[in-house]
C-alpha cells in the first residue's frame, strides 16, 4: 500500500504523464480482490468467485499496469508465477517440466480450425497436403498431477505447482485406489505419468451432504474439493476413497520409447493399469477435432466427472518433436474450452412472476452476463426461504450458474462485494398481476395468489380445469380452445363462458358452423350440473374430487361452504389445516366471490345434494371397480355407490368389501381372489343398491 502512496504523492508532482487518484485507486481495489481471492483459492481451498472472475480482474490489473508501469510493483499479484508451495508441504523438482497448454478463447468450431492451421503451417503443410492426425480426449476439470515410478512402483507423487517444482502429495496420492502402487506387465525403468486427479460428480454431492449434516462449510465445486483432499495434511481423511484420477500423458520416461503415437501411449498407460477415459479419438483434420468438441458438450453433463473442454493433441510424436515448443506451451497441443458455467453479476431488482397455478415466483432481474454460452439476464429465486438461505439483498453481487440448458440459477452472494446501499426482498401479500391476497402455503412453502378464478395469470389453467370431465364436462372445451378464446379477448372468467354468442366463437380459427353450434351446446348442457362438481371445477387449491364431494355431502350448498369457518371446514372428513385455509382463503376473495355468482346467475345450477344415506347394504362399506361393466361406465357406478355412502377405492386391500368385476379386469380381481375379497358383477351391485 506505502509504495501506491507514495507514487500518489509523485503524480502530483508530474500530473500530466501519470494516472489519475482514480486510476490508482483502482489498483489497490483489484490487487486487495486478488490477493483475497489468491489467498481463499490457494490457501484456504475455498474460492468465493468463479476462475473467470479472477481472470476478468486480473486482466483488467494488467491492462492498468501496462499503460502505467509505475505502477507495477513487485507484490502485485500480476507478478507472481503461479501459486507458491504451501509451506506444510515438502517440494519436488520435476524431472521434466509440467507445461501447460495454449487455451483456445474462440468457443465455437472456429476454435479446433485456428490451432489445426497454426499446426500446418509450424509444420510447413501446405493446403494440398494430407490432413494432421490428432488425439482428441476430454479435458478434465481437476488438479494435474506426476506420479514416478521406479521399477514399476510408485516413489513419489507432485503437485504441478508452478510447473517446475510441485508439492509433495505421495502420501494422499497413495490413498487414491484408482491409481495403482505397483505397475501391470512390462514396463519401463523410469516411469513418469500425467494426469488429472478429480473427484467424482456423485462424491462431491455425497461429500457436501455430509458436510452440511455436520453444519460445515460446503464445497463450491468438485475441482475445490479435489484440491482439499488432495493437500491434506492428515492423509487418513483422504484415504475415503473419493478422489479419482484419469492418465493423460508422460512425463519422464527412462529406456525404449513406450510407442510412437499419443494413442499408443494412452493405450499403454491402460494396459499399466491406469484409468484412461475411453472418450478418447483418433481424428483427422479440423472439423473432425471440432465435431468431438461438440460431441463433448453434448455428453458433458451425463459425464460422472467434470470437464471444462477438450484437450487436442498431434498424434505422431515424431511430429510432436519437430513442433516444439513457443513460450513454455507445446506446439502440438491445446485446450479447446466451454464457455464458463459460472459468472458473477449484481442482481439489480427482483421480481415476482405469477404461474399458471397462481404460485409466486421471485425472479432475479440480472445485470446482464455471459455465461454457458449466452447472456443472461433473470434467473429464479424458486422462493422466499431460497431468498433466505442465499441471504441474499437487492443489490448484491452474486455468482450465476447455467449449466447445459439448465435454467440459470444463482448460486450464491458474495458478501464482500455487498454495496452500502442494499434492500431486502419482501414477498408481496398481494397479488401483482390481479390484486388478490396471497397466502404462504407452509407445506410447500410456496407464496400462491388466491384470485383462483379471476387472476389473469392463471386464466387459463382455470379454464381449462372448469371445463374438463370431472368438473363442468364441457365437451370440446380443451387447451386449444380455450386459448383461442382467450387470445380473441372473447372470456376473462369461467362466467363468461355462459354469455359466449356463436356467431363469435364461428370468428375463431378453426370453427365453422356447426362445430361453433356444438360447442354452445356443449356450454348450455353443463348449466345442469351437480355441487360437488361445481366446487371441484372453481379449482381451489388442494380441493381435488373426493374433497369437493365430501364438502357437498357436508355442507349441501355453495353458501354454506362460502361462509364456513375454519373449525367448521376442519368437521369434514379428510379436510385438515392445510385444505381448510386454502378453502377459508379461496372465498375471502371478493373477486371469487363475483365470479361464483355471475356463474349462479348465468343459470349455472344443481340440485340439493340428497343427505347421505346410512340405512342400505352398501353405506360405509368399500369397493373397487375393474374391468368394463356392461352398461354403467366407471363414473356412474360410483356415482351411484357414493350417493348411498359406499366408498369407493383405487386398489384392492384386506379392507374391500366388494371388487365389481366387468369385463377384462385384470390383476386387480387376481388380487382380489387371492385375499378372499368377495367379487360381483353389475347386477350385484345393482341389486345391492336396490336400483335393479
Ligand atoms: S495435456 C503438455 N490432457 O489442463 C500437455 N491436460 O494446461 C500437458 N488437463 O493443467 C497437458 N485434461 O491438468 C492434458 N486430457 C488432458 C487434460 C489436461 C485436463 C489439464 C491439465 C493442465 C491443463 C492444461
Redesign the pocket.
Known sequence: MSNIENMTMDLFAEPVTGPSVDVIEQVRNYRDLLNLWNYEYYVLDTPSVPDAEYDRVFQALVAIENEFPQLKTPDSPTQRVGGEARSDLEKITHAVP??????ETDFSRGGAQAFDERVRKAMGWTESMSAVQYCA?????????NLRYVDGVLVSAAT?GDGLVGEDVTANVRTIRSIPLRLQGVYPPVLEV???VIMHKKDFERINEEQRAKDLKTFVNPRNAAAGFLRQLDPKVTAKRRLSF?A??VGEVEGEALATTHAGILDRLQGLGFPV?KE?RVVDGWEALADFHEWGAEIRETLPFE?????Y?VNSLAEQASLGFISR??R??C?HKYPPQEAVTVVEAIDIQVGRTGKLTPVARLRPVFVGGVTIANATLHNEDFIGELGLMIGDSVVVRRAGDVIPEVVRVLPERRPEHVEAFVMPDVCPVCGSETFRDEEDKDTRCTGGLFCPAQRKQALVHFASRLALNIDGMGEKVVDALLNADLVKTPADLYQLLPLEIMSLERFGEKSAMNLIEAIEKSRQTTLNRFIYALGIRHVGESTARDLAMHFRSIDAIQKATIEELLMVRDVGEVIAESIRHFFDQAHNLEVIDSLIASGVAWPEPEAIATDNEVAGKTFVLTGTLPTLSREEAKAMLLAKGAKVAGSVSKKTNYVVAGEAAGSKLEKAQSLGVQVIDEQAMKKLLGVD
Not at 98 to 103: A, D, K, Q, Y
Not at 137 to 145: R, S, T, V
Not at 307 to 311: E, K
Open positions: 509440467m507445461l501447460s497448454i495454449h487455451t480426449e476430454l479435458k478434465f476439470d481437476g488438479l494435474a498431477i504441478r500425467r494426469g488429472e484419469y493423460y500423458g477415459a478418447r470437464i471444462d473442454g477438450v484437450v493433441k506451451e507445446p502440438w497441443a485446450a
